[in-house]
Every structure is written in C-alpha cells, then in structure tokens.
C-alpha cells in the first residue's frame, strides 16, 4: 500500500482484495510493517465503534514489542504511541480530549469563514495575474496553515516548512522520522515561548489549563490539531477542486453558472476521501471476525475510501448523504466536520468566483497521486486561467515569495478576551469576555474551533 501503483489506482487495489480476501485482507502498510485492512462498511463500522474488543492505544502492538517494527519505520509517527487524544482509550483520552475542548472554548464563535475568505482573497492575488498556478502548493496547502498559525499564535513565516514536514509525515516514506523530530523541536520552541509570553492562542491556554499537561502531552496535543487541521484539509480542497474541474458531472454545471461545492464535497467524501485508510485499532484478545481471526495487538486499519464504495452502498450521486466514515466513527470520531467543510468551502467558492473560467493544465489522467498507505493525496494540481490585472488594491504582487504568502492577511486580527476557567489564574492571558461585536465587520478571527473539536 506504499508503491506508486497503489496510489494511481487504490479503488482497483481495494477491489483485487475483495476478490481476493473479502472484507479483510492482509497488506503491507510499509516495507517490513503488516496488518489488515478492512473493506467492508458494515465490519469497519463495527471494528470503529467496539471499545472493548478494539483498542486505539498502539502500545499494544505485537511487531512493536518484538522489535520487528522499529521506532524509526517510515509509518511510525502516524502509527506508534503520542501522548494525545487521538492515541488514547477511556480515561486518559476524556482527560487529554477535555484539555483540548477546554481550550477551544475560550475562542470567539465566529468569522471563522470570514478569515478563511481573506485569506484566500490574498492568495489569489498572488497568482491571479500570472493566468497559472499550482492550486495545491500556492493554495490548498496555504489556508490551513493560516488558520492554524493564528489559533496557536505561531510565527508566520514558519508556514512553509510546516507544510513540507506534514506531507513527509503523511507520505510516510524515508524522510518521515526526520520530519517527526524536526515538528517536535518546533513545538517544544513554540511551547517554550508560550510559556514566557503568553497570549491569547489555545498554545497559552493549553498550558494554563487546570489539568496541568505535561510539556510532552502539550506538544502532542498541538501536534493532533495540526496533523488534523493542515495535510488532511488540504487533501480535501485539492480532491474537491479536481473534482468540480475534471468530472462533468460537475463541471457541466459550473459552466451553467453553478457551483455545486457542497455536492463536490460530499462525493470526496464517499469516493476520495483526505485520510483514506487510518482508523487503526489493535485487537486487546485474538478475534474472530468474517471468517479471520484477527491477532491480539496485530493492527487492523478500516479502509474509509473502501469501505464507502462498499456495493451495497453505492449510487450514482450520493448529494447530501453524509452517512460516509471520512471522519471515522465512535469515540475517536473527528470532530471536525463542520469547520473543515467551512474552509474547504468558503476557499473553492472564493477561487471559483475570482476565476471563473480555470480549468486544468493537463489532463486528468496526468495528475500524480502522492504514495503513502494514510492519505488520497495529489502531488500537484496545476491550473490555467484569464490572467487577470493586478490592482493597487491587491495586497501582493504576483512574484509574491512562499513566506509572504503566510503573512497575516489584512483586517482586525485580534480574538475577544476570553472569560478565564475556574482553576486559571486571571492574569496574563485570562481577562474578562468581551461583548460580541454584531457587525460582520467587527468580529474577531478563528472563533469556531470549539464546534470543530465538538463535532457540533
């Protein structure tokens, strides 16, 4: 599931297992690193929602144990054990789960679009005048980023390199423990920061909150809203513009004047979707499952994009029918649902507005798939358009470099003060809420992460 043909072509992949296995197959995640994959909707649904025969806490992985799988193998940073939400069973993840959300809250609630639609207005103009432009590295990878950079108070001009240390990550190849180290040295150097001025991100609040993390639990918590807020978000921006630009179904009726994105949306998530096969539990006894009995502490990885393309479920246009498991399912559900489809949205409307007319520069059948077992993830989506003139009005030139192309866009930055949680001193970062501004004008960035790690 690492080679280059799995990735031009995993739906035929998913199919041979089918044929091959039925509902679970035996794979290869990377060289040397095995487990089983889950086809079948049903079954992953089951194997997602089953917390007592099914752990999410990898520390119980067999070839771990055994020295088979190294802590330097290329999927180990999105498979061996962080000390974060998303790692954890029970107790220790409704501790680390309630930090987070504890956090989030003290976000203002709004303008979470209207951030996102600046913030695109300012990369368009950045390549609006060239009549090209590579839709993935110039802009679907950009706007995470952003977002994520003023919820945590990070450095802008840090932007591109963290989006070239989260693609090592996810494309889990050689370069992906070097990747790792380098994200944990500049998460200890945010935290350290934080730690002498605070302010007022969910960095500062993280540390101030009652549960008193440590600084390896902070950084891991950090690390998860970012591994699922910037790769993963991108994938889908980058899929769904594909999608509305190359299949007619869709770009029939764009050319009619429409611009059907949440339909879009909706058909990434079924066919490809960003994390295509991650929910990864470990049998807690050997289990006994569509005829195969599944090993104690042997990994078992649901197929999301299989699994959505399971026969019984599948229709020529499923708009509207979010009954996908693009966002897993069960106590580790992503939360995030609504604000992604908030910046994905707003950002493939503010492009389909400002260019109208954009189409592919090369066929479909060209575009480049990047290798990995996790992800559904495009190399590069290059694009063709009406030059458009630039205006003094437009923030950056077309030469804009990579790290202005992170800079703050224009507008009121600052988030309303939050009210302080019951245990948190009131100095520094905590002072009083301030009434929320009514005009669209007046409100404040980066506000509805709460609903995102909610799920509301």
């Given at each position: 599931?690492?080679?280059?043909?799995?990735?031009?072509?995993?739906?035929?992949?998913?199919?041979?297992?089918?044929?091959?296995?039925?509902?679970?197959?035996?794979?290869?995640?990377?060289?040397?690193v095995?487990?089983?994959?889950?086809?079948?909707y049903p079954?992953?649904?089951e194997?997602?929602r089953?917390?007592?025969?099914?752990?999410?806490?990898?520390?119980?992985?067999?070839?771990?144990?055994?020295?088979?799988?190294?802590?330097?193998?290329?999927?180990?940073?999105?498979?061996?054990?962080?000390?974060?939400a998303?790692?954890?069973?029970?107790?220790?993840?409704a501790?680390?789960?309630g930090?987070?959300?504890?956090?989030?809250?003290?976000?203002?609630?709004?303008?979470?679009?209207?951030?996102?639609?600046?913030?695109?207005?300012?990369?368009?103009?950045?390549?609006?005048?060239?009549?090209?432009?590579?839709?993935?590295?110039?802009?679907?990878?950009?706007?995470?980023?952003?977002?994520f950079?003023?919820?945590?108070?990070a450095?802008a001009?840090?932007?591109?390199?963290?989006?070239?240390?989260?693609?090592?990550?996810?494309?889990?190849?050689?370069?992906?423990?070097?990747?790792?180290?380098?994200?944990?040295?500049?998460?200890?150097?945010?935290?350290?920061?934080?730690?002498?001025?605070?302010?007022?991100?969910?960095?500062?609040?993280?540390?101030?909150?009652?549960?008193?993390?440590?600084d390896d639990?902070?950084?891991?918590?950090?690390?998860l809203?970012?591994?699922?807020?910037t790769?993963?978000?991108?994938?889908?921006i980058?899929?769904?513009?594909?999608?509305?630009?190359?299949?007619?179904?869709?770009?029939?009726?764009?050319?009619?004047g429409?611009m059907?994105?949440?339909?879009?949306?909706?058909?990434?998530?079924w066919?490809?979707?960003?994390?295509?096969?991650?929910g990864?539990?470990?049998?807690?006894?050997?289990v006994?499952?569509?005829?195969?009995?599944?090993r104690?502490?042997?990994?078992?990885?649901?197929?999301?994009?299989?699994?959505?393309?399971?026969?019984?479920?599948?229709?020529?246009?499923?708009?509207?029918?979010?009954?996908?498991?693009?966002?897993?399912?069960g106590?580790?559900?992503?939360?995030?649902?609504?604000?992604?489809?908030?910046?994905?949205?707003?950002a493939?409307?503010?492009?389909?507005?400002?260019?109208?007319?954009i189409?592919?520069?090369?066929?479909?059948?060209?575009l480049v798939?990047?290798?990995?077992?996790?992800?559904?993830?495009?190399?590069?989506?290059?694009?063709?358009?009406?030059?458009?003139?630039a205006?003094?009005?437009?923030?950056?030139?077309?030469?804009?470099?990579?790290?202005?192309?992170?800079?703050?866009t224009?507008?009121?930055?600052?988030?309303?003060?939050?009210?302080?949680?019951?245990?948190?001193?009131?100095?520094?970062?905590?002072?009083?809420?301030?009434?929320?501004?009514?005009?669209p004008?007046?409100?404040?960035l980066?506000?509805s992460l709460?609903?995102?790690?909610?799920?509301?």
């Amino acid at each position: 599931m690492y080679g280059a043909d799995f990735a031009a072509d995993p739906h035929a992949a998913y199919e041979r297992m089918r044929t091959l296995y039925g509902p679970i197959a035996p794979v290869e995640l990377s060289p040397g690193v095995f487990g089983s994959l889950v086809t079948s909707y049903p079954l992953g649904l089951e194997i997602l929602r089953d917390t007592e025969r099914f752990a999410k806490d990898p520390r119980g992985w067999r070839a771990v144990h055994d020295g088979t799988v190294q802590p330097d193998s290329p999927v180990a940073p999105m498979m061996m054990y962080r000390p974060n939400a998303l790692f954890c069973d029970g107790e220790a993840h409704a501790r680390l789960r309630g930090a987070i959300t504890d956090s989030l809250d003290r976000v203002d609630p709004h303008a979470l679009s209207e951030y996102v639609e600046r913030s695109a207005e300012t990369l368009i103009d950045a390549f609006a005048s060239k009549g090209e432009a590579d839709l993935l590295s110039e802009y679907a990878a950009v706007i995470p980023l952003l977002v994520f950079n003023q919820l945590f108070g990070a450095l802008a001009a840090d932007g591109p390199k963290l989006v070239e240390t989260m693609g090592k990550l996810f494309d889990s190849g050689e370069d992906a423990a070097q990747a790792n180290d380098e994200l944990l040295r500049w998460i200890s150097g945010l935290v350290a920061s934080k730690r002498q001025q605070p302010s007022a991100d969910v960095t500062s609040w993280l540390i101030a909150h009652p549960s008193r993390l440590a600084d390896d639990e902070l950084m891991q918590q950090i690390i998860l809203l970012m591994a699922a807020g910037t790769d993963p978000q991108q994938n889908l921006i980058a899929n769904s513009l594909r999608l509305l630009l190359a299949d007619d179904r869709f770009a029939g009726e764009l050319s009619g004047g429409s611009m059907p994105v949440q339909d879009a949306l909706d058909e990434v998530l079924w066919s490809d979707p960003p994390l295509a096969n991650f929910g990864t539990r470990y049998p807690r006894y050997d289990v006994d499952l569509a005829g195969v009995r599944l090993r104690k502490g042997e990994p078992v990885v649901i197929s999301y994009a299989a699994a959505n393309k399971d026969a019984a479920l599948t229709s020529d246009r499923r708009s509207g029918n979010r009954a996908h498991l693009a966002w897993s399912a069960g106590a580790h559900r992503c939360p995030a649902e609504r604000p992604a489809r908030v910046i994905a949205s707003v950002a493939i409307e503010r492009l389909l507005d400002r260019l109208p007319d954009i189409e592919l520069a090369v066929p479909v059948e060209q575009l480049v798939w990047r290798t990995g077992p996790f992800h559904r993830a495009l190399a590069a989506l290059p694009v063709r358009f009406p030059a458009q003139v630039a205006t003094p009005a437009e923030p950056l030139p077309a030469s804009a470099s990579a790290s202005h192309r992170f800079a703050e866009t224009p507008g009121d930055s600052r988030w309303n003060p939050p009210a302080p949680l019951p245990s948190t001193p009131p100095a520094g970062i905590s002072t009083p809420r301030q009434p929320e501004s009514e005009s669209p004008e007046k409100r404040r960035l980066l506000n509805s992460l709460t609903a995102w790690w909610r799920g509301q």
